[in-house]
Structure formats: C-alpha cells, structure tokens
C-alpha cells in the first residue's frame, strides 16, 4: 500500500519533511558569500547540485524560512554581490558546518563561529574553505524566486569560474578518488551518510543492452529470479542463446540467482544453460 501526499492540501511543514527523507542523500554546499560592505557569511546547503558542464553551472536553495518566512543571508549576499565559493563538505568538516548552519544575526561572520579557514579565492572576492577537499569559485547567473512564502525555494543558478581541488584526491587519471575525498551528504532530520562507507561500482552502459524484453521466456517469467536478477542478465550486447526445453527450472534458476547475488553474471548464464552456454 502507498499513502499519497497532496501538496495542494498537506502543509508545507510536511512536504518538507517528506521531501527531504525521500530525495536523498544530498551533497552539501558549504556557501561563502560577502554583503556589500565586504562582511563575510559562510552556510550549508543540501538543496544542491551541478547540471552541466559546458558551462559548469551548480544551484542551490536559500529558501525562504519555513516558520519565519524569512531571507537567508546568503541568498540577499548573492543578489547584492553576485559572487560565492561552494566548498564541498566531508567527514572531518560536518560538525563545524552543522555550527555554521544556526541562526545567526545577518552580520555575524559563520567562519568565526565555526573555526573553519579563509582560503582567498582568485577569481572572486569570497573565500573559500580551506579545510574542504574541493572548492568552486562561482558567479550569479540566475536568481529563480518561487514566491517568498515560507518553505518557497530560491533557485541561485551559479556558474563555475575555477575549481580547486586537493592533489592527495585526485586520481593518476585526473578524476576524483570517492575514498579520499570522503563527502558526506544529508538525509532527512538529523541523518547524513558518509559516502565512502556504501560505495559500490555498477558497469556504466556506454551502448545500447539486450534488454530484459528480450531475454529468453522461461528467463522473463522465472519464479526465482526477480526484477534485479532479470536486470543482470539482460545488461549484455548480444542475447545468448538457451536450448529449448532444458529440465530442472528450479535447480538451473536457483544456482544463476545464487551466482548473480555474488555478481558473477557469468557463472549465471552457464548455471542456466545447464553449462552449455
Ligand atoms: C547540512 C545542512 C543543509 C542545509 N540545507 C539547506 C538548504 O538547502 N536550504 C536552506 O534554506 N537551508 C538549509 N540549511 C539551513 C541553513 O544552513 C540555515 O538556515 C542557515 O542559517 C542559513 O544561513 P544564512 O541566513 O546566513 O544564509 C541547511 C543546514 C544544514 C546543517
């Protein structure tokens, strides 16, 4: 049975919840920013993401105050100065960044709350963080208001300027070690998880799959393999073949599941086929 939630009728303060539980884990941009009279302002926020590359565009959401009402400090930074730097958190930083988050008077300098480091950035006036692994330099593109209602979101769309990141990260083949780098990422509540703590690797589909509407019948309507088993054995380029009418469906499908619950898709198809694959 599923409950439906109606945004239309349910309160806000309840859509927030649900949506916050339900669509995470989320990255956390730490969120330096500077007031027009320079003062310095440092946030977290895990309504987060980049969508691109060409141009490197990331956004997150100020919203607005669900009890209050009220703008975040950030988000009236960004529309005066125009200018931030999104550090990204890990483990070691998400006790200061949690110290950052209270509310403080518009004003008070996050970074002293917090003990967390000025790092100057080069092609904008905010700092970054110095105790972050990685670190963008960013500009305003794009400020998307939904309505300054409280809970309504604030969409500050931002390109990236330079990226900086920590050499002890990064890979021989330039990419992103996901041990080293050790983000954590919020959940609903009080909840977050450490990314590298359930990091596991999937094959990365580069061309087009058999498919599971093409696996063989007695393969597509097993009583022992499920929808994830299907999924496996269908992640191939070519069908393989299976003769007709092979004997003993329970013993074959229950030895495949037992290879494919260990990832061992080969093993699988042969276990099907009888070892005649
Ligand atoms: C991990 C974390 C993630 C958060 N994400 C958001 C968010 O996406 N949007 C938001 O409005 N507030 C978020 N908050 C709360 C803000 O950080 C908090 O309201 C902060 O005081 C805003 O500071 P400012 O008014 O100086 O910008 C988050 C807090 C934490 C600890």
């Keep these: 049975m599923m409950r439906s939630f109606d945004p239309e009728l ?20 730490l969120v330096s920013s500077l007031d027009k009279d320079g003062t310095s302002n440092l946030s977290p926020f895990s309504f987060f993401n980049a969508f691109g590359v060409n141009p490197p565009i990331i956004c997150f959401s100020p919203a607005y105050s669900g009890r209050t009402g009220a703008a975040k400090h950030t988000m009236m930074n960004l529309d005066e100065t125009k200018e931030c730097t999104v550090s990204i958190v890990n483990h070691e930083m998400v006790h200061q960044i ?14 002293v709350k917090s003990g967390l480091t000025k ?6 006036k905010p700092p970054g963080v110095a105790e972050s692994p990685f670190i963008m330099e960013a500009k305003l593109v794009q400020h998307v208001d939904f309505g300054g209602k409280p809970g309504s979101p604030n969409l500050m769309i931002c390109e990236v300027l330079l ?9 021989e083949t330039g990419g992103i070690d996901p041990v080293r780098i ?4 919020r959940l609903g509540g009080p909840y977050y998880t ?5 990091i596991f690797v999937l094959p990365q589909p580069s061309k087009p799959l058999v498919g599971i509407d093409r696996l063989p019948q007695e393969i597509r309507e097993s009583p022992i393999l499920t929808g994830k088993h299907l999924a496996q054995l269908a992640s191939l380029e070519a069908i393989p073949e299976l003769p007709d009418g092979l004997p003993n469906l329970e013993a074959r499908h229950s030895k ?22």
């Design 10 to 29: 349910v309160p806000h303060t309840e859509i927030h919840r649900l949506l916050v539980g339900g669509v995470a884990p989320r990255p956390i941009a």
């Design 98 to 111: 949690s110290l950052a988050s209270a509310p403080y008077e518009r004003g008070i300098d996050e970074f």
């Design 182 to 185: 050790d983000q954590v990422a």
């Design 194 to 198: 450490r990314a590298k703590e359930g």
């Design 256 to 277: 495949a599941k037992h290879h494919l619950d260990r990832g061992e898709v080969d093993k699988a198809w042969e276990a099907l086929s009888n070892g005649k694959w």
């Design 163 to 171: 990226i900086h990141v920590r050499e002890e990260i990064l890979t």
């Design 119 to 124: 790092r100057p950035s080069v092609k904008v």
